[in-house]
């Protein structure tokens, strides 16, 4: 079982930066992709960044692509999300998922976080 706890979510103005992060509880972490998603009020879920198990690889949806860079330290068994250049439709609850496949389908991930809520004010 993998435990993921998402942090760094707020409140910023567009234009504005925040970094969000997620530390797992295995000691297996470098052997799992990892992904972001969002998921705005009354939207569905959506992918977001994914990242390889090594580190080496990274994936973006189009609409963050330039803007959100995603990383990891194995060692820590941390994954990060740095969103700069933020806008309002940015806007949405933030998870961190593990799973064994580099995807940015959600059925691909077996743990997820709590998530952790941006809000981008116009």
């Known amino acids: 079982q993998v435990q993921l706890v998402e942090s760094g979510g707020g409140l910023v103005q567009a234009g504005g930066s925040l970094r969000l992060s997620c530390a797992a509880s295995t000691r297996t972490f470098g052997n799992y992709a990892m992904g972001w998603f969002r998921q705005a009020p009354g939207k569905d879920r959506e992918f977001v960044a994914a990242?390889?198990?090594?580190?080496?690889?990274?994936y973006y949806a189009d609409s963050v692509k330039g803007r959100f860079t995603v990383s990891r330290d194995n060692a820590k068994s941390t994954v990060w999300l740095q969103m700069n250049s933020l806008k309002p439709e940015d806007t949405a609850v933030y998870y961190c998922?593990?799973?064994?496949?580099?995807?940015?389908?959600?059925?691909?991930?077996?743990?997820w976080g709590q998530g952790t809520r941006v809000t981008v004010s116009s």
């Open positions: 990242i390889r198990w090594s580190g080496d690889s990274t």
């Open positions: 998922a593990a799973g064994a496949y580099y995807s940015a389908l959600i059925n691909e991930y077996d743990y």
